[in-house]
């Protein structure tokens, strides 16, 4: 079984539509990232969570919200979703680490298309 | 603002050719560099690390090259194999407790 898993795996909708993504990890890590990755632009981070009450905006959390509803689950949610916000989505989790090392571990990504 | 700069954007060698791949970073709160892999459908998974306290780290055909006063690291994949065709993202970390990723290059190993 997968260690971070994310559903759905691919998803279309609409401009203006609520959608959510959602992530499970099974590796007992206190962190979880959301991530999106556009061509060109590598890895974006939207939020992140250190644990079940600390969420943090990351680079780009404008037009997203998170819902961290236990530390086995992350969800990410698009509350008005717009077509600039195409693109592939990663969830991640980390331990806190040796020396602070912060190896994240991925999902098999969510890509999204908004039309 | 990118904080780290990665290049090339995509890269081509023959099977059994050196790969390279070069970051630069400005932020010198930055105090572990990672390489990450991606393969087609997967999300990335990490390849080799290094700490600013050392030159160069090797892990089999990979090494990273480290270069702290210039702000610059690279991955170098000796005997460049059809198998390490994939996306590479380097990325540093830092006291922000964040990942900070390069924008990716795609190799591409021709048998």
Redesign the interface.
Known sequence: DADVTQTPRNRITKTGKRIMLECSQTKGHDRMYWYRQDPGLGLRLIYYSFDVKDINKGEISDGYSVSRQAQAKFSLSLESAIPNQTALYFCATSDRGKRGNNEQFFGPGTRLTVL | QQQVK?SP?SLIVQKGGISIINCAYENTAF??F?WYQQFP??????LI?IRPDVSEKKEGRFTISFNKSAKQFSLHIMDSQPGDSATY?CAA?GSA????????TQLTVLP
Request: positive net charge; glycine residues 18%.
């Open positions: 990665q954007q105090d572990y990672p459908g997967k999300g990335p998974a990490l690390a993202f970390y407790r964040q990942l900070t990723f390069g924008s990716g």
